[in-house]
């Protein structure tokens, strides 16, 4: 804001301010961006921004879900969890399968199964909720506890790391020199803001999360919508479980522990309602973006990780003030 | 503490009005009002919809302020400026909507807000044991064998009813207001409900009862004040009276409604039937056939079961018996997405709460419903979109500036266009109206009703329920009448005035 003041003398005033209405996480995201370029050592380098692009993809990939999840007025705490399943679900295929069938075969298998646990543990969630009640923060915090154990059940306890040669170029590898999940991170972007934006189905998860009496009263299916969103984001958590395994090469239950609070965070830093009914793909891009960028700056500023999340609290708490106060302003 | 202590000094309230005036920017909703009510009666207060009943109890209880005159309580002038100055006046009233907390016990709810206290061990806290004595002696008092201790959720609505009454005269009040008390109860309860007004007449309690029960005043009531377009029309008392005067009252010479030349409609093969409907609790056996090009009429008093029926034919809730044809084909029992594919469209009479998603832009609204056909392969844009949005906005006349401004930003009688343009997108073969002119200006409520009118001489069947009778005289082809979840006749609005309609919705077929 310092810096929008700064910038601005007399009768130019309103501009920028209107500016900073519209797009007050792009513009914070911008000034981050800056401070870190001059004040964290080595932030600009290529390869500290492909790394932050590259953790920041792992994220992402389920954040632009969670956000169709939370816009439908639903939310989703088990995706740390997902993502530990999934990881261990591919290892395991790999591990039992590949003697039989091949390295690759077996992963692509443990792949369709991870993604088809995924998308149904999602989508059962969503009827949960119809059929019983129950409501979704409910069911995901018992997927959030149970999930883990199952992981840790079927690798035994220990990382299962027997992967084919070149499995660890999905999570760590590079093409035409960028890492490869951000391509992932990328088309999924593209996918969910076009899925959200151009097709009925994007239409009506607004409308439920909105409103759902009058979404059901205009006819639409508000139960499948949710229970498709949430099957959706249990897919994408199933695609960054698995990239996450590859880059650390092991399938273990202890993966991504948190990570659900990051993914909901960003979601929330990017300007979507948790009320339901409001919220962009693009503003949880800028949210994911500036989470990443915070963290790996205080990392090379060498900020202590206890600092780091009080930080990120302040930051969540921050933006959905902010938020607020534009709601009111606008 | 004396509040549970029975008062034996008859609480005398004698309640006059002088000149009362309430404004509402340019709306007179109360003009020039002079009555006195007498001590230790039951005073009937009875006006259609918007005469001015509502503002009157709103003023008594404090909720609203005069705009001029004086109102006096036992010949000392009032000046009420919030509920609390009338209750220290003594007077406490029992709204329509019951305010009980239904998860706590019935003593707990009684004292609410003012929980007796004792000392434990040096600490302040809940004397539940006296909160109960006290609650028990309050209900024996007024003859009733409820046990204070029952979560009030575990009561029937009538003895929530009975309860929130005790609550009021926990407060010891001279005056008790009792706002349509029986709207929700079964005639078992409300016999019960009548026993505790004796007895509180008896103690000497001034109350003013209002409802729209024809037969209640006569039986429970000592006078009837009528009120109409808000001025004082006169007060009669009961003994002397007939349903025929109070309505004549409430009326006056009510002109004829103008309506307007419509086609004949041909009554040979209907396009939706309705046969036996049951929904147990809301409505019973209700059968009726629509036809192509008919406006069909439901009247009703509020709680006769209208909306209930609306909702359960287009599948927003479940029915318990009886079958619904569309078009000849079965639809018993289908979703409001398969209605709607079917060809209904039903615009819900809260369109503030469940007609419109507020957070969107108007154009989506409109788009809301008929996503599917709009959308190819499913995907859809605002190009695709638009024509749907600029036709509605036309032909509705729909004031909204850019469309793709939140629909809430829009005036009421807009914000219902855009819930109808919204089912007329989706090219429904029959559509609901419930309630399309609640809360609209004159100019918009006519706009409806020409589009109503425009689209029946289209082929477009529909029913049309409004809770002023005029409008369903003037709008409608034919009128269902309904009482108590029943249909009890069948009128021509040609040849039926607002007085005969009136005594039917009140009185069911009996009279």
């Given at each position: 804001m310092t810096l929008v003041s700064q910038t601005t003398e007399g009768d130019g005033q309103n501009v920028p301010l209107r500016l900073l209405k519209t797009y007050p996480m792009e513009i914070i995201l911008a000034a981050l961006v800056l401070f870190l370029i001059l004040m964290a050592p080595g932030f600009a380098s290529t390869a500290n921004i492909l790394n932050v692009l590259r953790t920041v993809a792992m994220l992402g990939i389920i954040a632009f879900g969670m956000t169709a999840v939370i816009i439908s007025g639903e939310i989703d705490l088990s995706v740390g969890a997902g993502v530990a399943l999934a990881g261990c679900i591919v290892a395991w295929f790999a591990d039992a399968y590949t003697d039989a069938i091949g390295g690759w075969s077996a992963v692509i298998l443990g792949f369709a199964v991870a993604l088809t646990v995924g998308f149904s543990l999602g989508y059962l969630t969503g009827r949960f909720r119809q059929w019983f009640n129950v409501p979704t923060f409910i069911t995901t915090l018992a997927l959030f506890a149970a999930l883990r154990g199952v992981a840790n059940l079927i690798t035994g306890g220990f990382p299962l790391s027997t992967f084919p040669a070149g499995f660890d170029f999905l999570g760590g590898g590079y093409l035409f020199g960028i890492p490869f999940p951000v391509y992932i991170f990328a088309l999924t972007f593209a996918a969910m803001h076009f899925l959200m934006k151009y097709t009925s189905f994007g239409r009506e998860v607004y409308a439920v999360g909105g409103n759902m009496e009058a979404a059901r009263l205009s006819g639409i299916d508000i139960w499948k919508v949710k229970a498709l969103t949430l099957g959706l984001t249990g897919a994408l958590t199933a695609i960054s479980g698995t990239l996450i395994a590859s880059q650390i090469g092991a399938g273990t239950g202890t993966t991504a522990t948190g990570m659900e609070l990051d993914v909901i965070a960003a979601v929330i830093i990017g300007g979507?309602?948790?009320?339901?009914?409001k919220g962009r793909i693009w503003g949880t891009l800028i949210g994911v973006l500036f989470l990443g960028c915070i963290s790996n700056g205080m990392t090379l500023m060498n900020v202590s990780e206890y600092w780091q999340y009080v930080v990120r609290g302040g930051i969540i708490l921050g933006a959905v003030l902010l938020n607020q106060v534009l709601e009111r302003v606008r | 503490m004396t509040y549970s202590q029975p008062r034996t000094d008859a609480a005398q309230g004698r309640l006059a009005f002088r000149s009362v005036t309430k404004r509402y920017g340019p709306t007179v909703a109360l003009s020039e009002f002079t009555h006195e009510f007498a001590p230790g009666r039951v005073h009937a207060l009875m006006g259609k919809n918007g005469s001015g009943k509502s503002t009157l109890i709103k003023l008594l209880a404090g909720v609203t302020e005069p705009t001029s005159g004086t109102i006096s309580v036992n010949g000392r002038d009032q000046a009420f400026t919030s509920p609390h100055d009338a209750f220290d006046a003594g007077i406490v009233t029992v709204h329509q909507e019951l305010s009980l907390v239904p998860e706590l016990s019935v003593g707990e709810n009684i004292f609410l807000g003012r929980l007796p206290h004792t000392r434990r061990a040096g600490f302040r806290v809940v004397d539940w044991k006296g909160l109960h004595r006290r609650a028990a002696e309050l209900l024996s008092d007024m003859g009733l064998t409820i046990d204070s201790r029952k979560p009030v959720s575990a009561l029937s609505v009538g003895q929530q009813q009975v309860v929130e009454i005790v609550k009021a005269m926990s407060f010891n009040p001279s005056i008790l207001l009792l706002d349509e008390p029986t709207s929700a109860l079964a005639s078992k309860e409300v016999k019960q409900l009548f026993a505790l007004i004796e007895r509180l007449r008896a103690r000497g309690v001034t109350m003013i009862y209002i409802t729209h029960r024809m037969s209640e005043l006569f039986e429970i009531a000592d006078t009837c004040t009528v009120i109409r377009d808000g001025h004082y029309i006169g007060a009669v008392e009961m003994r002397a009276t007939s349903p025929a005067e109070i309505v004549g009252m409430m009326f006056g010479d009510a002109a004829r409604t103008t309506r307007p030349p419509r086609q004949a409609i041909d009554?040979?093969?209907?396009l939706l039937e309705v046969r036996g409907l049951t929904r147990a609790g809301h409505f019973n056996d209700v059968s009726f056939d629509l036809y192509r090009g008919e406006i069909l009429g439901i009247a009703g008093l509020l709680g006769s079961g209208r909306t209930e029926l609306m909702r359960a034919i287009f599948g927003a809730d479940r029915i318990d018996a009886g079958t619904v044809h569309l078009e000849g084909r079965s639809m018993t029992g289908a979703t409001p997405s398969q209605m709607r594919a079917a060809g209904l469209g039903y615009t819900p009479e809260n369109r503030k709460e469940v007609g419109l998603v507020q957070s969107l832009p108007t154009a989506d609204n409109l788009c809301m419903a008929s996503l599917g056909p709009i959308a190819r392969n499913g995907l859809i844009s605002r190009r695709r979109e638009q024509p749907h949005v600029d036709r509605q906005i036309v032909d509705l006349h729909i004031k909204c500036g850019d469309p793709e401004l939140p629909v809430s930003s829009l005036s009421g009688g807009n914000q219902q266009k855009v819930v109808i343009g919204k089912w007329l997108n989706t090219a429904p073969s029959v559509m609901f109206f419930d309630e399309p002119s609640r809360g609209v200006d004159v100019q918009a409520k006519r706009q409806i009703f020409d589009i109503i009118w425009q689209k029946a001489s289209e082929g477009l069947s529909s029913i049309f329920v409004s809770t002023e009778l005029e409008e369903v005289l003037e709008v409608a082809d034919r009128i269902l009448v309904m009482h108590h979840g029943s249909v009890v006749a069948e009128v021509d609005p040609t040849r039926t005035d607002l007085t005969q309609l009136y005594g039917l919705c009140m009185e069911g077929a009996s009279k």
């Open positions: 979507t309602s948790l009320f339901g009914g | 009554r040979v093969k209907p």
